[in-house]
Nanobody, 120 residues
Framework: VQLQASGGGLVQPGGSLRLSCVAS????????MGWYRQAPGKQRELVAY???????NYADSVKGRFTSSRDYAKNTVYLQMNSLKPEDTAVYYC???????????????WGQGTQVTVSS
């Protein structure tokens, strides 16, 4: 089972980026997919997630600026990030809670991380 994230990069303040994360492998179901981020010297924090029913949750710091969505057929989660600020600079990690052949009770899986840098 693998989570492959993409879409990070360098953007100016006020700009936008879209992150994508695809889950692949022996997956029975995806309970929840989302994103965490970790800035230098800080703990990893939840950014946003979306459940199998489409319920979303966002960190207060990104509400109104970030939008999480899913393509259920493609096992993909997206994070549309608008009005980016320098404080959004971090490594963004894809996370999914999934039922798989290796974990029939469900487990958290992590992607490799993608760097987002907001700077002029």
């Amino acid at each position: 089972v693998q989570l492959q994230a993409s879409g990070g990069g360098l953007v100016q303040p006020g700009g936008s980026l879209r992150l994508s994360c695809v889950a692949s492998g022996s997956i029975f179901s995806i309970i929840r997919m989302g994103w965490y981020r970790q800035a230098p010297g800080k703990q990893r924090e939840l950014v946003a997630y979306i459940t199998s029913r489409g319920t979303t949750n966002y960190a207060d710091s990104v509400k109104g600026r970030f939008t999480s969505s899913r393509d259920y057929a493609k096992n993909t989660v997206y994070l549309q990030m608008n009005s980016l600020k320098p404080e959004d600079t971090a490594v963004y990690y894809c996370n999914a809670n999934m039922v798989t052949t290796a974990s029939p009770q469900g487990s958290d899986y992590w992607g490799q991380g993608t760097q987002v840098t907001v700077s002029s």
